[in-house]
């Protein structure tokens, strides 16, 4: 009880605060010079784009949109409460969709399944999700409400360190049938 009372009170707070900032932003209203562009090579933005101190790396998206359905029934008879395809390779920048194909899904990425300093992400349910991958690593995924159905996923985002986070993701413990499906995911992804 008192537990779950204070964490409304945060996230109250925390809404408050979001608010806040929101407002003091729109008022603010930077008049943004315009930018000296030479075309090309220009690396010299990161002070100006210093706004909150975020964990995760600014990727820029690099194009590549790759799409998971949320399906009640897979009309390929993979199954019932599926993402689809549930394991996928990406690199970073890569922008990851899910989408609301059927209704009531969402997607949320899994505590202890993103790589360190990735903040991952939390959909509503039957609306799209869209993801860049910040890093290499692998990224688990769950439906919320279908979650101990087993409609999980995961991706492997290719690059220096992408097994850095393997070992921490397997080792989640997951209810009903999500356990048994990541197994068979790492297992198919030779993990
Ligand atoms: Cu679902």
Redesign the pocket.
């Known amino acids: 009880m008192k537990t779950s009372r204070a964490l409304i009170g945060s996230a109250a707070i925390a809404a408050l605060m979001a608010t806040a900032a929101c407002g003091s932003r729109a008022d603010e209203e930077p008049p943004a010079p315009a930018p000296t562009e030479e075309a090309g090579e220009d690396t010299a933005t990161e002070e100006d784009t210093a706004s909150a101190p975020a964990t995760e790396p600014e990727v820029e998206p690099n194009g590549t949109v790759i799409e998971i359905q ?1 399906l ?1 029934r897979d009309p390929d008879g993979s199954g019932l ?1 599926v993402f689809k395809p549930d394991l996928i390779r990406a690199q970073v920048g890569d922008t990851i969709r899910f989408v609301p194909t ?1 209704p ?3 997607s949320s990425s899994i505590e202890g399944m993103v790589p360190d300093g990735a903040r991952g992400w939390e959909g509503e349910i039957n609306e799209a999700v869209e993801y860049v991958v910040p890093l290499p690593g692998v990224y688990g995924y769950q ?5 101990a ?1 087993g ?1 999980v996923g995961l991706i492997i985002v290719e690059g220096d360190g992408q097994d850095s986070n393997v070992e921490a993701a397997k080792a989640v413990s997951h209810p009903g049938n999500a356990g048994r499906k990541f197994e068979a995911i790492f297992e198919e992804a030779g993990l």
Not at 143 to 147: A, K, R, S, T
């Open positions: 949320m009640t409460q059927d009531t899904h969402q439906c919320v409400p279908h979650y159905a409609m």
